[in-house]
């Protein structure tokens, strides 16, 4: 489908560029830092950035930050990876979470946090590269997540990655003061074999 250029960085030249660990385009993978929590905090304090998601919905605190560290530095339930636009700039979170290993089952969560960069395919390229780490790497079977219906650039940025819509969880939302429905959404490991990783 022409998408695949996501690239397992094993180039020397990577080990330059803090340590970069996928790339497409001009946006990079990395592997998710305690220093980078600070930042974390802001953008889940911005309603700008957290206006369609539940995340956001009380102040961050430092219980929340810890948490984020554990999950990041000791939970093997869950894959965490920075994204970075350009030459190193820091504009959000992705990753593979509430990962059951046995069932080789993981769920896809995104948070871009720098909203002046919202809508330049950042989100579409992170969301791909997470699918093929996914499938190519962690050896997942199926990747799935929940997204508000009316979060149109997050659909449509899955559905560029290869997720399809599976069903809706009605109200299962709350944010920005109104209930909202949920799109429950995957890729399994054949569709994406099928579809996406020949390129
Ligand atoms: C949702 C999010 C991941 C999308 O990433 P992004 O880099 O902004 O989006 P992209 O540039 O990849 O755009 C994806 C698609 O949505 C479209 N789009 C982008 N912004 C849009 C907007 N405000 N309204 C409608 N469509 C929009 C793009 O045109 C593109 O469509 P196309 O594939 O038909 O060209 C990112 O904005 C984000 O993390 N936002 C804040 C947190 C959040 O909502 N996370 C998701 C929780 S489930």
Known sequence: MGWHEGDLMTHPKAANHSQ???????????????????????????????????????PSTEAIAGSMTDLVEADDRAIVFAVE???????????????????RRAEFRIMLGEPDVFGEGHGTRATR??????????????VHLGVNADNVAAVKAYENA??????????FVFAAGEYHDAIVMSILRDEYLEHFAAG
């Open 20 to 58: 970069i660990y996928m790339k497409s385009g001009d946006t990079s993978l990395r592997a998710f830092r305690p220093t980078d929590i600070g930042a974390f905090r802001r953008w889940w304090d911005n309603f700008e950035v957290t206006q369609n998601m539940e995340s956001g919905w009380r």
């Open 85 to 103: 636009a350009g030459a190193g700039r820091l504009i959000g979170s992705c990753g593979l979470y509430e990962i059951f290993w046995p069932g």
């Open 129 to 142: 590269m997470v699918v093929e780490y996914a499938f190519k790497r962690a050896n997942m079977e199926v």
């Open 162 to 171: 290869g997720f399809v819509r599976e069903g809706v969880r009605r109200r």
